[in-house]
């Protein structure tokens, strides 16, 4: 709650305030029961539409494949994007010039190309060269485009995060005679990582988030499979409902978890660890 | 050598890339504005007084932050227009005019999505103006309409600055997700061209991309220049 804007509410305002709680909780159950009387009136909340959801063939057959496709999907690049981030964050912290542009040029390339591009990119390069791959290149295209793109963000997150500790980190390093890189090593990265945790849960959710890109370049994850949900039960609505109902449940979780993490981590190290702002959040998709 | 840059060269000829980015553009812009105003609208039910509306508008961030794009695109396209029968756009012979209304479909899907993310860059503007202003605000003997509109507002939204460019840097690059909705645009060339050519594959990737960079550059550096040049030093 903004403290900022408000003084301790006096009589007078709050009557006003109680009569703009009514006024708006009308508008907001009007709003509601206008969607759902359009949604009924569309025979969208038939028990026939809805029912398919209750057979076991729903989600052992579609929706649990799916969710698998997406999970593991987001899991493998999670863990890759990590190192790709970690690579390159250091590689933009280091002593010589030349590393240091290489990997600033390649981060803000892989920010700056929409990740669809990449995953379309990927997923063509997968099914035209032949390779371990085999016949499996839209996972590798999605793969590949997250990690290029999330990994680009996680860079950036331990760049900022080391950048972010105070100063007397890197000179109380330098002070007992580390060298540079070792103080980078040893002092302030450990510490920068700590910081950056809840961004990287943060991070989680756009990965999640940007894995039903792929139901674009043909990978059959959690929204494909509703679509399929829906074309052979004839209800795309409450299919989509209820892929995007799964969506949200996994990711508030994550959200929630990282405010977990954040308030638990502040104690362990110099820099601020809140989760990401809408800033670096939705930098995804 | 030669040959592969001949060749790349009549492949961009036969193929409008330029105007398939245009049509970017215009899906960044449009949903730009309406997301703004949809943004301004949630931000102010979300600093509001009444908990009715603040637990409104918590309500629509938290699920549409949690969605993803695509799904509430091909919502837009597969649901409100496949299965509820919205048209956004029909021409004079009072059928649907396909490709508009799927522009104005993508529009309204990347503009409700966006716009949760226009109200927590908002919110964030407010957050960073310190409690002291307000006290000091209303020490003074202003009401709250007068400190919000003199002393809250203008520094809040110079605070704001920085994340909303990195929302329209955002918006700009999912407009490639209307995609989904069956919008012609960058992304949808660029199949079409390796699918037409998949040996210049490389190459249709990385003219498509510089096109990108290009697109997202300038939005970054007059963003960064404004909130240094606007931002209000503490």
């Known amino acids: 709650m903004s403290t900022v804007l408000f003084d301790a509410p006096g009589p007078r305002t709050r009557r006003r305030i109680f009569a703009l709680n009514v006024v708006g909780a009308v508008i907001v159950l009007g709003v509601l029961a206008w969607v759902l009387w359009g949604l009924a009136g569309k025979g969208q909340l038939t028990a026939a539409k809805w029912n398919p959801f209750l057979t076991e063939s729903v989600w052992g057959d579609y929706l649990l494949v799916g969710l698998w496709n997406t999970l593991r999907a987001a899991a493998v690049s999670i863990v890759a994007a990590n190192v790709f981030g970690l690579l390159f964050g250091l590689g933009r912290l280091a002593q010589s010039r030349l590393v240091r542009g290489i990997c600033g040029t390649v981060v803000e390339f892989f920010r700056a190309v929409p990740v669809l591009i990449m995953m379309i990119f990927f997923w063509n390069v997968f099914s035209y060269v032949p390779g371990p791959w085999g016949g499996d290149a839209p996972f590798y295209g999605v793969v590949v485009g997250l990690t290029l793109y999330n990994g680009s963000v996680i860079a950036e997150l331990v760049r900022s995060g080391v950048h972010n500790l105070p100063r007397g980190q890197r000179e109380a390093g330098l002070a007992i005679g580390l060298t540079p890189a070792k103080s980078l090593r040893l002092v302030e990265v450990p510490q920068a990582l700590i910081a950056m945790m809840p961004s990287m849960i943060s991070q989680l959710v756009v990965i999640l988030k940007d894995t039903a890109l792929g139901y674009i370049i043909t990978y059959s994850e959690l929204l494909r499979s509703a679509r399929l949900v829906g074309s052979t039960f004839a209800n795309y609505i409450p299919a989509l409902i209820v892929a995007a109902v799964i969506f949200i449940v996994i990711n508030y979780t994550l959200t929630w978890v990282a405010e977990r993490v954040a308030r638990r981590l502040s104690s362990r190290t110099a820099g601020t660890t809140r989760p990401a702002g809408p800033a670096t959040a939705d930098a995804g998709e | ?234």
């Open chain 2, 1 to 234: 050598m030669g040959g592969y840059l001949a060749d790349m060269a009549e492949l961009l000829g036969e193929f409008n890339i330029l105007g398939a980015f245009w049509v970017n553009v215009q899906l960044t812009f449009w949903s730009a504005v309406f997301a703004f105003i949809i943004g301004t609208v949630l931000a102010v039910m979300r600093v509001s007084p009444a908990p009715s509306l603040r637990w409104a508008g918590a309500m629509y961030v938290n699920i549409v932050r949690n969605t993803p794009l695509t799904l509430i695109i091909l919502g837009c396209s597969l649901g409100l227009w496949g299965q509820l029968g919205v048209i956004l756009a029909s021409n004079e012979a009072g059928r649907v005019d396909i490709t508009a209304n799927s522009f104005r479909l993508a529009v309204l899907g990347l503009s409700v999505y966006t716009a949760a993310f226009v109200c927590e860059s908002l919110r964030s503007g407010v957050n960073t103006v310190p409690a002291g202003q307000a006290e000091a605000a209303r020490a003074i003997g202003l009401g709250f309409g007068q400190s919000v509109r003199m002393i809250i507002l203008p520094q809040a939204i110079r605070g704001a600055i920085a994340p909303l460019g990195n929302t329209l840097i955002a918006l700009a690059k999912n407009t490639t997700v209307a995609q989904a909705a069956g919008v012609v645009q960058a992304a949808s060339v660029m199949l079409t061209m390796i699918e037409f050519r998949p040996d210049l594959m490389v190459a249709i990737f990385l003219v498509v991309a510089l096109g990108w960079v290009l697109i997202v550059l300038p939005i970054g550096l007059v963003t960064t220049f404004l909130s240094r040049r606007l931002g209000v030093a503490r």
